[in-house]
Structures are given as structure tokens and as C-alpha cells.
């Protein structure tokens, strides 16, 4: 079967207004956007954009079908994973199975994102990407997605802390011990919601930013910028992703977590995680397809 045949959605002709690609499609936003940034100079239907998120899961589901080779990727990441957790990998020195830990991390995080929003971009285009054209989308965009996941991680984990620092100082300066004033509880509530809060919200401004630098070619501060603005026009569209993602984990967890309150249920709750750990793995690539979808919609609006 083709990768590419019997395609959930086509347009007319091939084209994103952006300087050619030899690779895949570039779906870049309107003001970076050489020439006419229209839908049609762009080959982008209406249809997509007017798309609701549970429309976007569907059409994902139906791409899929027509792209078997982003679930044969997936499943081989997915083994290496259940591999990695079996006694079996012990035999490798540690320093090994850490790197092979954070490679099969990389590759699932963000190699399988790229590659499926590589395919929708293609898809979203009239102009299907081919399995080589995926791959090597993905591994020209790899240094760019690393120097982008240094800094997501920097600015999460520094800002909020910047953000919870005034606050430390004013503990600081009141005189006698404020933790024993107010109990441990509420101070580690206030200190963890002082951090949460501004982490949360960072992660969440932050999160098309693969899709940006992978189908939009942007730099890693300008991914940054494209997903900010994605996430302030779509909020609610987003939320809902998340939500549903949240729901279908937690229905994926529950199962496992079951059986552990019977210890002679103990080889069936191994088996019930290892399907549920690699089911929600798998499930997980669809809403990867529906943050490209998503982003899409965000930059050609």
C-alpha cells in the first residue's frame, strides 16, 4: 500500500507561498509569508480551517490509514521503550541505557511529532510527503529542535523561579521564622503554587513550538513567537485538546492502577501496564497530528 494513497483530505495544487522546498511544504504565518499569504496562493482548502478539534482527531485517525508508516515508526519506538523496561537491558553498562533512554525519549517526543506534522502539512497542501521527505524534514529540523527544547526548558524552569523570587526575599526579610508562623503546609502550598502557576502557563504558551520550527522552518526564539501567538488566538481550542488528552491518560492509567490493590492479581497488572503504557503511546501521536493540525489553522488565520 502507498504512504501516500487515498488521502483524507486534497486541494488543487501544490504551493505555500513560501520559497520552495525540495523536501516537504513550509507553512509559515501571514506577515513571514513572502508574496500572497491566501488560502488559495497557499492551497490551503477553507475546509481545513474551519475544522473543530474532535474534526481534527477524525481526519487524523483517517490520515493515519493512508500513512501506515507513521504507526510502524511509532511502534518501533514503543517496543524500544518496553525493552528498555525489561530486565533484559540490565546486561548494557548504565551509562548506555541512559543514552538509549533519553534517545528513544528524543525520537518519541519530537522526531515522531515532526515527521506526522511534516505529513499533515503535505496533506493540508495538496502535496504529499513522501517517507524520505518526512524523515529527512525531521533530521534537517533536528539541531533546530534541540537549541528549541534548551530553551523551553531554560525559560520554564528559570522564569517561575525569577517570578518566586521576590517573593523568597520578602519571606526573607520578615523577622523570626515565617515557615513556622504560617506551618510547613501552607508555605509549601504558596511556594508550589508561586512556581506551578507561571511553569504551567509557559509550557502551555510554548507548546506549538516543534510544530512552528518543524513546519514553519522557524529559528528556535522565533518558534517561540509563533506559538505564543498561536496559543493567545486558540486558546480554547487548545484547552480542549488538552482536556481530552488528560481524559483518555487517565482511562488508559486507571486500569493498571486497579489490579495493584490485589497482590494476587500482580502478573495480570503487569500485563495491563505494559498495554496501557503502549496504547496510550500510540494514542498519543493522534493529537500530535491535531497540534499540526491546530497550528495550521493558527498561522494561516
Not at 33 to 56: K, N, Y
Not at 105 to 112: E, T
Not at 153 to 176: H, Q, W
Request: a neutral charge.
Amino acid at each position: 500500500m502507498s504512504d501516500h494513497t487515498d488521502s483524507p483530505i486534497r486541494s488543487t495544487s501544490p504551493g505555500n507561498g513560501t520559497p520552495a522546498d525540495s523536501v516537504a511544504p513550509t507553512i509559515r504565518a501571514r506577515d513571514d509569508v513572502d508574496g500572497c499569504g491566501c488560502l488559495d496562493c497557499r492551497d490551503i482548502e477553507t475546509t481545513a480551517t474551519r475544522r473543530t478539534v474532535l474534526d481534527a482527531l477524525v481526519w487524523s485517525v483517517r490520515l493515519f490509514r493512508s500513512y501506515p508508516s507513521i504507526v510502524a515508526f511509532a511502534a518501533l519506538i514503543i517496543l524500544a521503550n518496553r525493552l528498555l523496561e525489561t530486565d533484559a537491558i540490565n546486561v548494557l553498562p548504565l551509562p548506555a541505557i541512559g543514552v538509549f533512554d533519553a534517545l528513544t525519549a528524543f525520537a518519541f517526543i519530537f522526531l515522531i511529532r515532526a515527521y506526522v506534522g511534516t505529513i499533515v502539512a503535505g496533506e493540508l497542501t495538496d502535496d504529499p510527503v513522501t517517507i524520505r521527505e518526512g524523515l529527512h524534514r525531521s533530521l534537517a529540523r533536528t539541531p533546530s529542535l534541540v537549541g528549541l527544547i534548551v530553551l523551553i526548558v531554560f525559560s520554564v524552569m528559570t522564569l517561575p523561579f525569577l517570578v518566586l523570587l521576590p517573593l523568597l526575599v520578602l519571606v526573607g526579610a520578615i523577622p523570626g521564622n515565617p515557615v513556622e508562623m504560617v506551618g510547613f503546609p501552607v508555605a509549601a502550598a504558596v511556594g508550589g503554587i508561586g512556581f506551578a502557576v507561571p511553569f504551567l502557563l509557559l509550557l502551555f504558551k510554548f507548546w506549538f513550538a516543534p510544530e512552528a520550527c518543524v513546519i514553519g522552518r522557524y529559528g528556535p526564539i522565533e518558534s517561540l513567537r509563533v506559538s505564543w501567538r498561536i496559543t493567545t488566538n486558540f486558546r480554547g481550542k487548545f484547552l480542549l485538546v488538552a482536556v481530552i488528552a488528560i481524559g483518555s491518560a487517565l482511562s488508559l492509567y486507571l486500569p493498571t492502577s486497579l489490579p495493584e490493590m490485589a497482590t494476587s492479581l500482580a502478573p495480570l497488572n503487569a500485563v495491563l501496564s505494559v498495554i496501557s503504557s503502549s496504547a496510550g503511546e500510540l494514542l498519543s501521536i493522534v493529537w500530535t497530528s491535531a497540534y499540526a493540525h491546530i497550528y495550521v489553522q493558527g498561522v494561516v488565520s
